[in-house]
């Protein structure tokens, strides 16, 4: 199938997804067998085209749902400062399954974001994945969008256009209480993505990523900004 989707397709695939929101099943779908789907590639030249888009200003990412493959989708295009979208819509079908432990190397540039990374393998691999995970205290997420010029800042330590790695993670916080004294507040966790910026050339699984390579970003959730 083509990179590029319709948008018919993406209604289609989008609407799936957003079915599962009251789902009490396992997203079976993030595994197989004793491994964990950890992330995507997104390769230099889709990155070129996309970022290079004349009048785009954020890079939205919306997760989708194939029913009859179970498979779970990445979908990524731009819009401008309208929110007017103006690129095609990059689809993508996450199969980087790796066994615990075994995620790329790289920089990460807070330590936070190392944590993040940790509580999806380690609650990825011994519990089940399921809706719980992808909400927030807006409701079932459909993605996240990112400005562009972040992502681009990213470009910077390279001298040859490099790929991204949206590494899949975990955030645990606790959720807003009007009386947290009386209330057993329990942490929530909820789905999130990292952007890396990695070198094109290098082989996944063997990254061999210098110190100053890695960059990561958290932005927006859709909803509440869809």
């Not at 396992?26 to 964990?36: C, D, S, Y």
């Not at 993605?143 to 330590?157: D, H, Q, R």
């Amino acid at each position: 199938m083509s990179k590029f989707i319709s948008d018919e397709l993406f209604a289609k695939w989008t609407a799936q997804w957003q079915a599962l929101e009251h789902s009490r099943e396992p997203f079976g779908f993030f595994k197989t067998g004793e491994k964990l789907l950890l992330g995507d590639y997104f390769d230099s030249g889709d990155l070129e085209t996309l970022v290079s888009t004349p009048g785009i200003a954020v890079v939205k990412v919306r997760f989708g749902f194939e029913t009859d493959k179970r498979e779970f989708k990445l979908v990524l295009f731009g819009v401008d400062s309208a929110g007017q979208i103006i690129t095609p819509y990059y689809a993508h079908t996450p199969g980087d399954f790796r066994p615990s432990g075994d995620g790329p190397g790289g920089n990460v540039p807070d330590v936070l974001a190392k944590r993040w990374i940790r509580y999806w393998e380690q609650k990825g691999y011994a519990d089940d994945v399921t809706s719980t995970f992808f909400r927030s205290q807006y409701g079932f997420l459909n993605g996240y969008n990112y400005p562009v010029k972040e992502l681009i800042a990213a470009l910077f330590k390279f001298t040859e256009m490099p790929r991204f790695y949206i590494r899949f993670v975990l955030h645990k916080y606790f959720p807003f209480a009007e009386d947290p004294a009386i209330a057993d507040l329990e942490a929530s966790y909820t789905f999130g993505l990292l952007f890396q910026a990695i070198p094109d050339k290098a082989e996944t699984g063997a990254l061999g990523i210098d110190a100053d390579s890695g960059y990561y970003d958290l932005s927006a959730p859709c909803p509440r900004t869809c």
